[in-house]
């Protein structure tokens, strides 16, 4: 495995800046879902302990994953590979006239997920953007992530890609980063050994302040196949240890896809259970509790 040090640049008073309008900033995530008579889906809210999200509209007998909302939580997608076929579809409920409809988008390309501006779906190294009719035809990223076989690709705020590396003849799995400076995007270089560690290292997703990273993977000291971690970034910018999220969220099988609600509010992540696959949901404070004191 590479070793590389993934460095942040950011002064000093940028950082007390971010620290200064996380008040802020909870006032204006609680504003995006307060405006909505039945949000989640009409779900009841999880607490501490996972629950499946869901069950019978998103969680079904088929084999459900990747679920995401849109900034404005009006939106929730999520894929789906249907009982006895071969073929995955990207699956979205929006929210019209206060009811939540379903409808088809279109077959499954990558793993899915939406840029924090809600403008762009990340497709792996594909993409479509956000039109006045719905989305665009899908586009490729270009030179070099067409050429890099990415699954997952997740863009902070500030436009840095974090993506996963599939089909090492090893199964290592390689998560990879690349900035956007200056308008510019930079080559991809790889994290450093406190998450490119293990085998399967995959489906990444980066906080949109880039103050910490969820993947899974399989190391030495998980509960089953693989399993959640997080490392948070450091006052420095440097990365922290990885952190198993635990055995609420992880088990003897596997756990997958982790991903954060533009609220902040809840944690959704992917379950194997009896092989299927579901969508699981839990309240965001287990992220907190596992931030080093």
């Given amino acids: 495995m590479r070793k590389s040090y993934f460095i942040l640049i950011l002064s000093g008073t940028l950082f007390l800046s971010y620290c200064s309008s996380k008040k802020q900033e909870s006032k204006t995530n609680d504003s995006l879902t307060k405006t909505i008579e039945k949000p989640y889906l009409s779900q009841k809210l999880p607490g501490l302990i996972p629950e499946v999200f869901a069950h019978g509209m998103v969680s079904t007998k088929h084999r459900d994953l990747s679920a995401f909302f849109t900034p404005d939580m009006k939106e ?17 409920y929006k929210l019209e006239n206060n009811q939540w409809k379903k409808s088809v988008v279109g077959p499954r390309v990558g793993r899915p997920i939406i840029a924090p501006n809600g403008k762009i779906m990340h497709l792996g190294s594909k993409y479509m953007e956000r039109t006045q009719s719905g989305w665009s035809e899908i586009k490729s990223l270009g030179a070099p992530f067409d050429s890099i076989p990415i699954m997952r690709l997740t863009a902070s705020t500030e436009g840095t890609y974090v993506f996963d590396e599939i089909g090492m003849p090893n199964g290592d799995g390689v998560i990879r980063y690349s900035r956007l400076i200056d308008g510019k995007r930079d080559e991809p270089k790889p994290f450093p050994k406190e998450i490119n560690t293990g085998k399967w290292n ?27 971690y997080i490392s948070f970034r ?27 609600s533009p609220d902040g509010k809840y944690f959704f992540f992917n379950h194997g259970g009896d092989g299927d696959g579901d969508i699981f949901w839990v309240d965001a404070q287990v992220i907190q509790n596992l931030r080093p004191k």
């Fill in 76 to 92: 929730f997608y999520f894929t789906r590979k249907f009982e006895g076929t071969e073929k995955w579809f990207l699956i979205v």
């Fill in 202 to 228: 995959a489906h990444p997703f980066i906080a949109p302040d880039e103050s910490y990273i969820i993947w899974d993977g399989e190391r030495d000291n998980g509960y089953g196949d693989s399993d959640l």
């Fill in 234 to 260: 450091n006052q420095e910018g440097s990365w922290g240890t990885a952190i198993n999220m635990g055995d609420k969220i992880n088990t003897n099988s596997w756990e997958s896809g982790g991903y954060v």
